[in-house]
T-cell receptor, first 110, second 115 residues
Framework: NAGVTQTPKFQVLKTGQSMTLQCAQD?????MSWYRQDPGMGLRLIHYSVGAGITDQGEVPNGYNVSRSTTEDFPLRLLSAAPSQTSVYFC?????????FGQGTRLTVV | AQKVTQAQTEISVVEKEDVTLDCVYE???????LFWYKQPPSGELVFLIRRNSFDEQNEISGRYSWNFQKSTSSFNFTITASQVVDSAVYFC????????????FGSGTRLQVQP
């Protein structure tokens, strides 16, 4: 059982570069979301999706785009990376009662 | 709006001591879920427990126990006879039961268990 798979695990970007963080789940969950974790601040919601074709903003959406073309995949795109986006990113998939997290992506923007 | 407060930023104990991690939450929802996660130094989030808002029964799992008190909006976590392997950051989180179902996290409590 793969659960939630996030790639890459580590990434270093230069300011202004773009990239996509991948997230896939094999549990047929409708609800998926992206969080960022910064020191002393816990995890904060970036974007979420309640099903294929439906996405919405969380608390800290600026600088990020998402799409949900399939139930399985929920990629997070950084169009023009900034040092303020240096963080650890987690993808999550929800059933009605449980929340499953990917392993995280440690992103550094220099 | 939902809010989770973990007032203890860092706790240091000596092995075999008992330790309680506090969690206080705010929500306007009448039904919700509460979670605890452990984040070891390796960085992944390890699920510990989920509690439904209408189930106030306390729970014990080995050395771990949880005290849910709806009247005080608290969901505290106790580790009995702590071990070095318990050293980690612990997060309390709150989730809607419907709607976007996103989790609202506290800022975490770093627990250091000294040998």
């Amino acid at each position: 059982n793969a659960g939630v798979t996030q790639t890459p695990k580590f990434q270093v970007l230069k300011t202004g570069q773009s990239m996509t963080l991948q997230c896939a789940q094999d549990m047929n969950h409708e609800y998926m979301s992206w969080y960022r974790q910064d020191p002393g601040m816990g995890l904060r919601l970036i974007h979420y999706s309640v099903g294929a074709g439906i996405t919405d903003q969380g608390e800290v959406p600026n600088g990020y785009n998402v799409s949900r073309s399939t139930t399985e995949d929920f990629p997070l795109r950084l169009l023009s990376a900034a040092p303020s986006q240096t963080s650890v990113y987690f993808c999550a998939s929800r059933s009605n009662t449980e929340a499953f997290f990917g392993q995280g992506t440690r992103l550094t923007v220099v | 709006a939902q809010k989770v407060t973990q007032a203890q930023t860092e706790i240091s104990v000596v092995e075999k001591e008992d330790v309680t991690l506090d969690c206080v939450y705010e929500t306007r929802d009448t039904t919700y879920y509460l979670f605890w996660y452990k984040q070891p130094p390796s960085g992944e989030l390890v699920f510990l427990i989920r509690r439904n808002s209408f189930d106030e029964q306390n729970e014990i799992s080995g050395r771990y126990s949880w005290n849910f008190q709806k009247s005080t909006s608290s969901f505290n976590f106790t580790i009995t006879a702590s071990q070095v392997v318990d050293s980690a950051v612990y997060f309390c989180a709150l989730s809607e039961r419907t709607g976007r179902r996103a989790l609202t996290f506290g800022s975490g409590t770093r627990l250091q268990v000294q040998p």
